[in-house]
């Protein structure tokens, strides 16, 4: 079966700054890569997502990038804001086959 | 208003009480999940259904049963036999295909077995 692995666990950054998180899958056939912000005491929502015929997607100042040959795949957020504060979750698909992350803390210090 | 909720938000049982955790959409959405999250780890899929009077089971369904008698609706029970249930359980629901459309979370159930 699937399995993904994410890092940092923790990751703290000035406002303003960049934040990259990265995960990386096993199965070749998973084709479907969700991000999903979680904050305290609210159930995870998604922020982007990639389908593995595309390398990359871009929405404002949030990115994903996938390396289907090396199974990974990476969110990127520029200019971050004390309300991108939360746990970000990767998650790797193949059908019904749904794996997600440890999950990120990533903290934006103003 | 349109959306996913789960009632309790908070849950508290005596070891071998079977309970069971309500989950509601309004979302017409065709699939539904049940998962499990744990401090320091990633969501675990315990059961995920499709359709109406059909579910499957994830990576820990041991321990746990559910229903889908309703399209709306996907109740959890945690049985006795679940050896460590005190946990923040998540309902989601999607559009389409199980697993290859955005997921829709609920706020959560944190359930404590004591």
């Known amino acids: 079966g699937e399995n993904v692995e994410q890092h940092p666990s923790t990751l703290s950054v000035q406002e303003g700054d960049s934040a990259v998180i990265k995960c990386t899958y096993s199965d070749s056939a998973s084709n479907y890569f969700p991000w999903y912000k979680q904050e305290l005491g609210k159930g995870p929502q998604l922020i982007i997502d990639i389908r593995s015929n595309v390398g990359e997607k871009k929405d404002q100042r949030i990115a994903v990038t996938l390396n289907k040959t090396a199974k990974h795949f990476s969110l990127h957020i520029t200019e971050t804001q004390p309300e991108d504060s939360a746990v970000y979750f990767c998650?790797?698909?193949?059908?019904?086959?749904?794996?997600f992350g440890a999950g990120t803390r990533l903290t934006v210090k103003p | 208003d349109g959306g996913i909720t789960q009632s309790p938000k908070y849950l508290f049982r005596k070891e071998g009480q079977n309970v069971t955790l309500s989950c509601e959409q309004n979302l017409n959405h065709d699939a539904m999940y049940w998962y499990r999250q744990d401090p320091g780890q990633g969501l675990r899929l315990i059961y995920y259904?499709?359709?109406?009077?059909?579910?499957q089971k994830g990576d820990i369904a041991e321990g746990y049963s559910v229903s889908r008698e309703k399209k709306e609706s996907f109740p959890l029970t945690v049985t006795s036999a679940q050896k460590n249930p005190t946990a923040f359980y998540l309902c989601?629901?999607?559009?389409?295909?199980?697993?290859?459309?955005?997921?829709?979370f609920g706020p959560g159930t944190r359930l404590t077995v004591t």
């Open positions: 259904s499709q359709i109406v009077n059909d579910f």
């Open positions: 989601a629901s999607s559009g389409g295909l199980a697993g290859q459309y955005e997921q829709y």
């Open positions: 998650a790797a698909i193949n059908n019904n086959d749904m794996r």
